[in-house]
């Protein structure tokens, strides 16, 4: 059974930083591209990161690029995500997604990231 | 990297169907077969319906089906359930590695 576990999430002020892990199990993680998407509170989904098997290729959506880095250490099949100057717009709750497809296949039961002073 | 257009909401009573909508551009929804469906319930995570389009995970009842045409793509629930009250939201390939989302339409079952 695939399991996605994400930690790290809580209250931090802005400018702060704050990093994101998400313990992968139940499939082979460095076969499959990894997504991180977020949903402010009430709002819908954005699609935020995304990186390659290998970790060669990593991509952003615009409003985090320069600021937030995904990366991931296949070895202990973990994705990961590195956020930093972090604005009152990057509250939400963060899932680590699991590609395949062309979509998103599974996902983590999400971990909240509250930016505020 | 606009949002999609969805309706914000849809409804329909058991056992009726319920087509929502998801509008985007050539860049995205019309230049690519790469269009997928998430269900939402409130306070859990989003899980996969559709993707490429038409195609259902295994587990996903056949009463969910997909469909585009030209910039639009649509997700319809057939035999409407109570248990499908739910957000749903679209998603699609967007070129350059990138992903966008719809802004979400949420299902009542009257």
């Known amino acids: 059974e695939v399991q996605l576990v994400e930690s790290g999430g809580g209250l931090v002020q802005p400018g702060g930083s704050l990093r994101l892990s998400c313990a992968a199990s139940?499939?082979?993680?460095?076969?499959?591209?990894m997504s991180w998407v977020r949903q402010a509170p009430g709002k819908g989904l954005e699609w935020v990161a995304g990186?390659?098997?290998?970790?060669?290729?990593?991509y952003y959506v615009d409003s985090v690029k320069g600021r937030f880095t995904i990366s991931r250490d296949n070895a202990k099949s973990s994705l990961y995500l590195q956020m930093n100057s972090l604005r009152a717009e990057d509250t939400a709750v963060y899932y680590c997604a699991k590609d395949g497809s062309w979509s998103s296949d599974h996902w983590g039961q999400g971990t909240l990231i509250t930016v505020s002073s | 990297q606009s949002a999609l257009t969805q309706p914000p909401s849809a409804s329909g009573s058991p056992g009726q169907s319920v087509t929502i909508s998801c509008t985007g551009t050539s860049s995205d929804v019309g230049g690519y077969n790469h269009v997928s469906w998430y269900q939402q319930h409130p306070g859990k995570a989003p899980k996969l319906m559709i993707y490429?389009?038409?195609e259902r995970p295994s587990g996903v009842p056949d009463r969910f089906s997909g469909s585009k045409s030209g910039n639009t793509a649509s997700l319809t629930v057939s035999g409407l359930q109570a248990e499908d009250e739910a957000d749903y939201y679209c998603?699609?390939?967007?070129?350059?590695?990138?992903?966008?989302f719809g802004g979400g339409t949420k299902l009542t079952v009257l």
């Open positions: 139940g499939f082979t993680f460095s076969s499959n591209w």
């Open positions: 490429e389009v038409t």
């Open positions: 990186i390659k098997p290998d970790g060669s290729e990593k």
């Open positions: 998603s699609s390939f967007a070129g350059s590695k990138h992903w966008v």
